[in-house]
């Protein structure tokens, strides 16, 4: 059987328990959740709370099992930007569902 998989796109700037809920949720439609995050950088360019790094920790503490990062010139871009690129990365890993 294959599995299936759920992707996030989000930024966790920081991760809060409205992102856990999320991935909470992902995880139950899915056997495998991704996270598709802004890197350094969050949507209009601004600088992240944390650094990248800290921030993918955060989403495998919280249930992801792969985080992606999302290229800086969506991330930083506007909402519609960040989320049409973050869909596009979501369908070329295979996702199933999207949350």
């Known amino acids: 059987m294959m599995k299936r ?16 809920y999320v991935f909470q949720k992902a995880r139950e439609n899915g056997d495998i959740l991704i996270a598709i995050m ?17 921030r993918a920790e955060a989403a495998l503490g919280a249930g992801a099992d792969l985080v ?6 969506y991330s930083a871009s506007s909402a ?7 869909v596009r990365i ?8 999207l949350c």
């Open 38 to 54: 802004s890197g350094n950088f969050v949507q209009r360019g601004e600088s992240a709370v944390y650094n990248k790094y800290k």
């Open 5 to 20: 998989i759920s992707a996030v796109i989000c930024e966790l700037n920081p991760l809060h328990d409205g992102h856990r």
């Open 80 to 86: 519609e930007y960040f989320a049409k690129n973050g």
């Open 68 to 73: 992606l990062e999302l290229p800086f010139p």
């Open 90 to 97: 979501a369908e070329a890993v295979g996702a199933d569902v």
